[in-house]
Structures are given as C-alpha cells and as structure tokens.
C-alpha cells in the first residue's frame, strides 16, 4: 500500500478511525437509534466490498458504526476533500478518498481495487448520489467494474431511515429511526469486460433491494 499512503497518508491511521468511530460515529448510531441486521454477513478478515444504498450525507458514519468489527474505507465526493474543517476529518479519521462525480474517475476506481488488493474492506455507494426518501437511483457501472475487476465477495446493504438526518429533501422533524442491514456474501458470475459493468452494478443494486423484505422481517 506504499503507493496509496504517500497520496493518502492517512490510510495507516487506523488508531485514528478507532478513536472516532467510538466517539462521533457511537453517538451517532445512538441518537437515530441505530438498528443492525446481519452484521455477521460481513467476512472479519480479507478484502471485500460492500454495497450500499444512499439517503444521507451521514450514511458513511453510521455504515462503519454498524460494521463495527473492522476498518471502512469510502470514496466520497471530491468536493468534501475542498471543505477545510470536513476534509481534516475525512481524512484523517474517516478513511475516505475522493471521487469526482458527473464522469467515471478512474483513478478513484483504481485506488478502491487497491486498497481491496491490500485485503480491507472498501464501501461504495453504487448510485453515485443520495436517493429520495424509499426509492433507489439505477447504479453507476463503475461499481460493477470494481466488483468484476477485483473478484473479491460483495455484501449488500440496505440503508433505511437516514434521509431524515440530512437527506436528499428538507430534515424531517422528530426522532429519526435508521435500520442498516447486511446480506450475505456473494460474487458475480459475469467475465470481466466492460458490456458487463452497468450489468453487474444493476444485480447488485436488486441484491440491496431484496434486504427490505429482511428488514422487516427482523
């Protein structure tokens, strides 16, 4: 990873990550009341890629809250990273890198497979932005080339109830209720070529939109 910690330094912080997900990301999950369903899905060791659903500018806090046993790594929107305040934080606690949105930014797509390449665990948020409340945005085909081109298990998961922290409408009032939950490991059966991306980032996306029916269920 000596390539990706000279432009990220921050990566080999993890007592840093450690210190806030206890701190602000714990007070977080506590105030929205935060419920997690099937945390056990997710691998404790090696590199995987977990999928999930967008409602929320807090979504990646309450994510890593809620995996809880190791590391989250994030890409975040590169305007984040121009914010003096927030990019210290994302930076050096919140094991972001930036990605730009509106194009395909490979060089984001191509740190994401290398910090998989290193056996960690990498989050995307496949629709490239936040969904309104209950509904999902059709994938970006990025996150289908990352799930082909590293071949490493993909866990789904359903973010639900963080849109009335600050979502993509106006904060809704009262005491919000946030469920995340985790499916199970699974890989693509699709070659790695790119007529199959935008095919493999919409499976994964109807793989995060079964997790309703388990979410309440549970």
Same mark, same amino acid.
């Given at each position: $990873?000596?390539?990706?910690?000279?432009?990220?330094?921050?990566?080999?912080?993890?007592?840093?990550?450690?210190?806030w997900l206890h701190t602000v990301a714990r007070l977080l999950g506590f105030l929205?009341?935060? !419920?997690? /369903? @099937?945390?056990?899905? /997710?691998?404790?060791?090696?590199?995987?890629?977990?999928?999930?659903?967008?409602? &929320?500018?807090? =979504?990646?806090?309450?994510?890593?809250?809620?995996? $809880?046993?190791?590391?989250?790594?994030? $890409?975040?929107? &590169?305007?984040?990273?121009?914010?003096?305040?927030?990019?210290?934080? /994302?930076?050096?606690?919140?094991?972001?890198?930036?990605?730009?949105?509106?194009?395909?930014?490979?060089?984001?797509?191509?740190?994401?497979?290398?910090?998989?390449?290193?056996?960690?665990?990498?989050?995307?948020?496949?629709? @490239?932005?936040?969904?309104?409340?209950?509904?999902?945005?059709?994938?970006?085909?990025?996150?289908? $080339?990352?799930?082909?081109? &590293? @071949?490493?298990p993909v866990v789904p998961c359903l973010i639900e109830g963080s849109e009335a922290l600050i979502g993509k409408?106006?904060?809704?009032?009262?005491?919000? !209720?946030?469920? /995340?939950?985790?499916?199970?490991?699974?890989?693509? =059966?699709?070659?790695?070529?790119? =007529?199959?991306?935008?095919?493999?980032? =919409?499976?994964?996306?109807?793989?995060?939109?079964?997790?309703?029916?388990?979410?309440? &269920?549970?």
């Open positions: $990873m000596e390539q990706l910690t000279k432009k990220y330094p921050w990566v080999k912080r993890k007592k840093a990550y450690w210190v929205c009341r935060l !419920r997690v /369903i @099937g945390r056990e899905n /997710i691998p404790d060791r090696g590199p995987v890629l977990l999928m999930a659903n967008h409602r &929320s500018y807090l =979504d990646p806090p309450l994510v890593a809250y809620a995996v $809880m046993k190791r590391p989250v790594f994030f $890409m975040a929107k &590169s305007e984040l990273f121009e914010m003096p305040v927030l990019s210290t934080l /994302i930076k050096h606690w919140g094991n972001a890198f930036p990605v730009k949105r509106g194009r395909a930014d490979l060089t984001a797509l191509k740190t994401a497979l290398e910090v998989l390449g290193k056996g960690e665990l990498v989050c995307i948020f496949p629709e @490239g932005q936040r969904a309104p409340a209950g509904r999902f945005v059709r994938p970006k085909w990025g996150a289908g $080339m990352v799930a082909l081109k &590293s @071949g490493v409408e106006k904060l809704i009032g009262g005491v919000p !209720r946030v469920t /995340i939950a985790f499916g199970k490991p699974f890989q693509l =059966d699709l070659e790695d070529r790119k =007529d199959n991306y935008q095919k493999a980032a =919409d499976f994964i996306m109807e793989k995060i939109k079964e997790l309703k029916g388990e979410d309440k &269920s549970s």
